[in-house]
């Protein structure tokens, strides 16, 4: 059901954005920690592979090769590695998201470069019809658990559902939607769990492939006019790339979206707290039960049990 079956043995697909590594000993250190993490805890059956594709340039796809050597030498797995070229994905991609870029990026322009960051919004249009599940996942993260039972969350997909993410852990989208919550002062958006619309974090998403080419909705929503409409309609202005746009469009059409426990993307950042929202932080940054992943999001540091 989660992949492919080649040769008989079930295929789990996980796909990380790996670009200009070569170039930040940071991002490094949070790949040694994330690699090392899912390795020590991945357990999988006989006959099944964990196939672990990454969206690279070629200085850091050649560092990548040679630090996963080390990262996945104690690996009790079968494991794929596949390389993806980032400047061959984008040419696939910009045609794509080029219309919602402009309001979903930094700056006012839509760069070419930044298609990439709209990548898993049209991942089901990328890969291949025969890829009909895949994970994102952050480079800094830390796995607590077996990633296997990540995938375990696919059949727990409501009809309807094309995307599982977890919400956002900070009021941010509570200050994006600013302007809409001053004219609609009742809304849930932006408003912090249990009952509200706090808006998605993209560190960790279940992307059911299958379901994406399957849903007119889905795809209605990834054209110009219809982002266009949404846009004016929340006043929406983001510069998060895929995250906003799944927010954005998760505001008017939640059943899209199946919520996975807190626990599955435990974000550390509290940028927030110290700008202006120290007042309902918790509200949102609260997360109860077993912690599966941590997401030290904006260079925050990870916990170390
Ligand atoms: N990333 C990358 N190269 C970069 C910056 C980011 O490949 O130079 C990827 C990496 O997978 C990273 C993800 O983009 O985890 C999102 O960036 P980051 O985790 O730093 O954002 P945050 O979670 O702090 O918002
Ligand atoms: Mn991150």
Redesign the pocket.
């Known amino acids: 059901r989660k992949g492919k079956n080649q040769a008989g043995g079930q295929h789990y697909h996980v796909l990380?954005?790996?670009?200009?590594?070569d170039k930040?000993r940071s991002?490094q250190d949070?790949f040694k920690v994330a690699m090392l993490s899912m390795v020590k805890h991945g357990h999988f059956l006989k006959g099944e592979v964990l196939v672990l594709h990454f969206v690279s340039d070629k200085a850091s796809q050649q560092l990548g090769q040679r630090m996963l050597q080390d990262f996945l030498q104690d690996a009790t797995f079968k494991y794929e590695v596949l390389f993806h070229d980032v400047a061959e994905l984008t040419q696939t991609l910009f045609p794509i998201v080029e219309a919602m870029q402009k309001h979903f990026s930094a700056g006012s322009g839509a760069y070419y470069s930044d298609a990439i960051f709209f990548l898993s919004v049209a991942m089901h249009h990328i890969m291949p019809e025969s890829l009909t599940h895949i994970v994102q996942l952050?480079?800094?993260l830390k796995y607590r658990t077996n990633i296997r039972n990540l995938f375990q969350e696919f059949d727990k997909f409501p009809p309807g559902a094309v995307i599982g993410i977890i919400r956002e852990m900070q009021p941010v989208y509570r200050h994006t939607f600013w302007q809409y919550r001053k004219e609609n002062p009742q809304t849930k958006v932006g408003e912090p769990p249990p009952d509200g619309l706090p808006g998605f974090n993209s560190?960790v998403m279940l992307l059911d492939l299958q379901a994406m080419r399957a849903s007119a909705l889905y795809n209605q929503l990834l054209e110009p006019k219809n982002v266009a409409k949404l846009a004016d309609k929340y006043r929406f202005r983001g510069h998060l790339g895929d995250q906003d746009f799944f927010t954005m469009i998760g505001m008017e059409h939640p059943d899209l979206f199946y919520s996975l426990p807190c626990g599955w993307n435990r974000q550390l950042?509290t940028w927030w707290r110290d700008h202006g929202y120290g007042e309902v932080f918790q509200l949102y940054y609260h997360c109860d039960g077993p912690v599966y992943i941590y997401?030290g999001?904006?260079?925050s540091p990870i916990p170390d049990d």
């Open positions: 990380m954005m790996f670009t200009k590594v930040s991002l949070k952050d480079l800094d560190g950042c997401h999001n904006c260079n």
